[in-house]
């Protein structure tokens, strides 16, 4: 794929955009040190920064190098998060062949049917000849759902031809993983700042009503922001933005019900502040499919 002038211009808005907004993040996070040394909150919000600008440099690096660096480092993301599933799920008796099978064998082929662009095998792959090949092994089976197949739609949005759009879809990628992280980050904030209604506090007793809702709406206002990186038009980028941030909350509720079902409050520790890569990616997992399949039904070519 040969990015225009323009592509290579968005993007080094975008990249000095997300680093900018990490830099300012980072002073903020010093100076409240500086007032309150000891506090768990701030340092948590400060493990959280350095996370951020490790994710910054790690996407915004694969975005530069284009499709194939992309591709690759979702599939990694899969690997990483159906590894935490696994390791949190019960062992049964065909446990071992069915990992082996996911990690060797239907994970990679998903990721490579993205990069030869075969819609139609790459959209049955997992839920029809995964399902067959992991009948037994139904923990199993799930976890390569939602870990392979739900966010390999993400780099699945390099295959659509969209008219007047061409060598542009990496920031289709960037439009929903920003708004999936944006609304998450944006929760948790107005969640601490006005929050005072639990919405489901047996599940997830961080969040709030008031966070959900100030987080939804002021991700949708930010996705309708970013229109001129997207084939959309103002309302309609506003709109995917929307459902973006619903379904991510959606997907969020899902999987921490499972965590305390699990009994367990992150799925790993990989990235400090945030737990797991699965903790990372698990709004992505309910919104990536139906904004691909939104996209690739009212805006690519058949």
């Known amino acids: 794929m040969i990015r225009t002038t323009e ?9 000095g955009g997300m680093l900018a907004a990490v830099s300012i993040a980072s002073l903020i996070g010093y100076a409240l040190k ?3 040394p000891n506090n768990a909150a701030i340092e948590n919000l400060n493990a959280r920064i350095r996370s951020w600008w490790m994710i910054s440099l790690v996407g915004g690096g694969a975005l530069l190098a284009g499709r194939i660096a992309i591709i690759l480092l979702f599939a990694l993301v899969s690997a990483l998060a159906l590894r935490e599933f696994l390791t949190q799920a019960p062992v049964r008796r065909a446990g071992r062949f069915a990992q082996f099978v996911c990690f060797f064998l239907l994970l990679p082929v998903q990721y490579l049917l993205i990069g030869i662009g075969w819609y139609g095998l790459f959209c049955i792959w997992i839920p029809v000849y ?6 037994l092994a139904d923990s ?3 976890g ?5 197949y739900c966010v390999s739609h993400i780099p699945a949005l390099l295959m659509l031809k969209i008219p007047g759009y061409e060598n542009r879809a990496p920031f289709l990628i960037v439009f929903v993983v920003l ?21 489901l ?6 969040k709030t009503v008031e966070g959900l809702v100030g987080g939804v709406l002021s991700a949708t206002v930010f996705g309708a922001l970013l229109r001129p990186i997207t084939p959309f038009t103002l309302s309609q980028a506003g709109l995917m933005a929307f ?10 509720v899902v999987m921490s019900a499972i965590k305390r079902d699990r009994g367990i409050k992150d799925w790993g520790h990989l990235i400090p502040g945030h737990g797991g890569m699965l903790d990372r990616v698990d709004s992505l997992c309910f919104s990536a499919p139906v904004f691909f399949h939104l996209t690739r039904y009212f805006f690519a070519m058949p």
């Open 140 to 142: 199993t089976y799930w």
């Open 130 to 135: 995964g399902f067959l090949a992991l009948a």
């Open 34 to 36: 500086r007032r309150q």
């Open 201 to 206: 506090p047996r599940i997830s007793p961080s």
């Open 179 to 199: 708004i999936a992280q944006v609304s998450d980050i944006l929760q948790y904030v107005w969640g601490k700042l006005i929050g005072r209604h639990p919405l």
């Open 7 to 15: 592509a290579q211009t968005t993007e080094a808005w975008i990249l």
């Open 243 to 252: 459902l973006i941030a619903i379904l991510g909350a959606f997907g969020g």
């Open 144 to 148: 390569l759902m939602v870990c392979a």
